[in-house]
């Protein structure tokens, strides 16, 4: 993490891992798989040992998302604005950084959403080359993106990967 305190931060989550969906259900019904379970808890605990608190959580209204936020609200304390949005679940990259600007006045943003999105928006802010994603962004994964200015039209730039969390394999399947 920096040391001094960031102009804007935005902390990107994909869900944790999910099962395949069952015949006859929908893709937005899916469900986090036994994995997936002990992979959100890990990632919460381990934001909140490092102090990453977000202002807000914007959420997918997908059952999987939905399931990888609630162990921030247990880390973080019943307080954590948690919020759903069916946009993130559907929508184009453009709805997840839509979504930021309009958040950008804020100290901090987290959005839990889905891949190609949520890769998309981390290579649009960090560069498409950026080597924590040499294997695509995977479940579970939590980046914490810092900017250092943001621009009169309340555009945020000038990012920094300030932290990439991942579960540890031998702690998921420890739980």
Not at 56 to 82: H, K, N, Y
Not at 134 to 159: E, H, K, M, W
Request: hydrophobic residues 45%; negative net charge; aromatic residues 8%.
């Amino acid at each position: 993490m920096q040391d001094s305190a960031p102009a804007f931060r935005l902390i990107l989550l994909r869900h944790a891992r999910s099962g395949w969906a069952l015949p006859g259900q929908r893709d937005f019904d899916r469900m986090l798989d036994e994995t997936g379970y002990a992979e959100a808890k890990l990632i919460a605990q381990s934001a909140a040992d490092r102090g990453i608190r977000p202002d807000l959580i914007l959420c997918s209204t997908a059952v999987r998302c939905r399931q990888t936020a609630e162990p921030f609200r247990r880390a973080l304390g019943e307080d954590i604005d948690i919020r759903y949005v069916d946009h993130l679940y559907a929508g184009p990259a453009a709805v997840y950084t839509d979504l930021v600007e309009a958040h950008a006045e804020r100290a901090s943003l987290m959005l839990i959403g889905h891949n190609p999105m949520i890769e998309d928006v981390f290579r649009r802010f960090l560069g498409e080359e950026h080597s924590a994603l040499t294997n695509g962004y995977p479940p579970a994964g939590l980046a914490v993106i810092d900017f250092s200015t943001r621009s009169a039209a309340g555009r945020i730039s000038a990012a920094a990967l300030s932290a990439w969390l991942l579960p540890e394999p031998e702690e998921v399947a420890r739980r």
